[in-house]
Nanobody, 123 residues
Framework: QVQLVESGGGLVQAGGSLRLSCAASGRSVRNNAMGWFRQAPGKEREFVATINWSGDITYYADSVKGRFTISKDNAKNTVYLQMNSLKAEDTAVYYC????????????????WGQGTQVTVSS
């Protein structure tokens, strides 16, 4: 059984930073593409960042490019999202996802999802 558990969310002031973690079990992040997505109230879930199996290819949404960084630690079987220079519009529930492919992927068609962690940015 594959499980993804996000942590690290919280309340932060605009301009601040947070690091989200996604601990995987039942499947290795080493051999799969991983992604971060977010969903704000009343809005559809949207792509934030993705990383390929080897960790050397990443893609970001334009809205977070230059501020967010996705990475993974294969030894810990964990994926991270470092979020800097946070803005009020970054407020959302953030979800980690695993796709049973090697290449990074921006779409929503991932195979497994975490339960989400709330990020609230106060202006």
């Amino acid at each position: 059984q594959v499980q993804l558990v996000e942590s690290g969310g919280g309340l932060v002031q605009a301009g601040g930073s947070l690091r989200l973690s996604c601990a995987a079990s039942g499947r290795s992040v080493r051999n799969n593409a991983m992604g971060w997505f977010r969903q704000a109230p009343g809005k559809e879930r949207e792509f934030v960042a993705t990383i390929n199996w080897s960790g050397d290819i990443t893609y970001y949404a334009d809205s977070v490019k230059g501020r967010f960084t996705i990475s993974k630690d294969n030894a810990k079987n964990t994926v991270y999202l470092q979020m800097n220079s946070l803005k009020a519009e970054d407020t959302a529930v953030y979800y980690c996802a695993l796709r049973s492919e090697l290449v990074a992927h921006k779409g929503l068609d991932y195979d497994y999802w975490g339960q989400g962690t709330q990020v609230t940015v106060s202006s």
